[in-house]
Nanobody
């Protein structure tokens, strides 16, 4: 079992920034593709951003493109989501995800692609 530990959420005002972090400290024998998803009550969990094993390729949902940046640690399974110009509609629980045995060059955008999930962390954007 792989445990993903998220941190960095909170309450901010519109236009502010937050940086989410996620680590898989027990997974030390490989570097895996990772991603971020988010969910609001009553709606399906949705894709936010994904990054490949090397960190050289990434993808974003249209709703966050240009405002959010995903990055990762180059030597371990840890990823970050820098969120700028936050909007009230970004309010959600954000989930970190990790795919085991992923292709070296690929990032993954579907929920079913991922094998392990964090417990989620609340991000609230409100004035």
């Amino acid at each position: 079992q792989v445990h993903l530990v998220e941190s960095g959420g909170g309450l901010v005002q519109p236009g502010d920034s937050l940086r989410l972090s996620c680590a898989a400290p027990e997974r030390t024998t490989s570097i895996d593709p990772m991603g971020w998803f988010r969910q609001v009550p009553g709606k399906d969990r949705e894709f936010v951003a994904a990054i490949n094993r090397s960190g050289g390729r990434s993808a974003y949902a249209d709703s966050v493109k240009g405002r959010f940046t995903i990055s990762r640690d180059g030597i371990k399974n840890a990823e970050f989501l820098q969120m700028n110009s936050l909007k009230p509609e970004d309010t959600a629980v954000y989930y970190c995800a990790l795919k085991s045995r992923g292709n070296l060059d690929r990032y993954y955008q579907k929920l079913d692609d991922y094998d392990y999930w964090g417990l989620g962390i609340q991000v609230t954007v409100s004035s």
